[in-house]
């Protein structure tokens, strides 16, 4: 199984971006789906998820800016960020627990890749 993220770029303040996520692989289910960032210096720290069913969870800082969304039968996830400040560039990374090949087996938690996001001032 693997997550494939994509979307992270260069944006000045106030602008928008789009991350997405997929998972590749033999997965049986995907459960709950995220978001995290790591900053320069800084503890990876929660962004958003979002379970199979759509309920969500923001971190208080991006709460009202960014908006967690997925596709289940595309075991796709996308973070829509609006109103970006500098203080969110970031490395962005996603996340997800993940059933494979069948219900027998434990959810196992998997990582994404990491794509940057940095919006200059």
């Known amino acids: 199984v693997q997550l494939q993220a994509s979307g992270g770029g260069l944006v000045q303040a106030e602008g928008s971006l789009r991350l997405s996520c997929s998972a590749s692989g033999r997965t049986f289910r995907v459960n709950v789906m995220g978001w995290y960032r790591q900053a320069p210096g800084k503890q990876r720290e929660l962004v958003a998820t979002?379970?199979?069913?759509?309920?969500?969870n923001y971190a208080d800082s991006v709460k009202g800016r960014f908006t967690i969304s997925r596709h289940n039968a595309e075991n796709t996830v996308y973070l829509q960020m609006d109103s970006l400040k500098p203080e969110d560039t970031a490395v962005y990374y996603c996340?997800?627990?993940?059933?494979?090949?069948?219900?027998?087996?434990?959810?196992?938690?998997?990582w994404g890749q990491g794509t940057l996001v940095t919006v200059s001032s």
């Open positions: 996340n997800a627990v993940i059933i494979i090949a069948t219900p027998a087996n434990p959810p196992t938690v998997y």
């Open positions: 979002i379970t199979s069913s759509g309920s969500t």
